[in-house]
């Protein structure tokens, strides 16, 4: 059984940075693309980013490109979202997820009924 365990959330004042962590137990996610999304409250879960297999494809939401990159680690079976200028509309609960059903090494997707696996989420608080 995979788990995915999110780390890094909290309050920041806005123009701060935060980096979140998603860190995966139970088996490799060396091949396996994964993303984050957010839901504010009130809200529907949005895509935020997205990363490859091979690392070597991402993708971003047109509202955090430029400040928010998206990296994994695959040694240490973890991604990792890393937070910049961060905005008071960037508030909400943030969750990793990984695509562990078979696909290219190469495969980025922003819908969320692609990816099998979800972490519990983690909250991040942006004051004005």
């Known amino acids: 059984q995979v788990q995915l365990v999110e780390s890094g959330g909290g309050l920041v004042q806005a123009g701060g940075s935060l980096r979140l962590s998603c860190a995966a137990s139970g088996r490799t996610l060396r091949s396996s693309p994964m993303a984050w999304f957010r839901q504010a409250p009130g809200k529907e879960r949005e895509f935020v980013a997205t990363?490859?297999?091979?690392?070597?494809?991402?993708s971003y939401v047109d509202s955090v490109k430029g400040r928010f990159t998206i990296s994994r680690d695959n040694a240490k079976n973890t991604g990792y979202l890393q937070m910049n200028s961060l905005k008071p509309e960037d508030t909400a609960v943030y969750y990793c997820?990984?695509?562990?059903?078979?696909?290219?090494?190469?495969?980025?997707?922003?819908?969320?009924?692609?990816?099998?696996?979800w972490g519990q989420g983690t909250q991040v608080t942006v004051s004005s």
């Open positions: 997820a990984a695509r562990l059903k078979g696909s290219s090494i190469h495969f980025i997707s922003r819908w969320p009924n692609e990816y099998d696996y």
């Open positions: 990363i490859s297999g091979s690392g070597g494809s991402t």
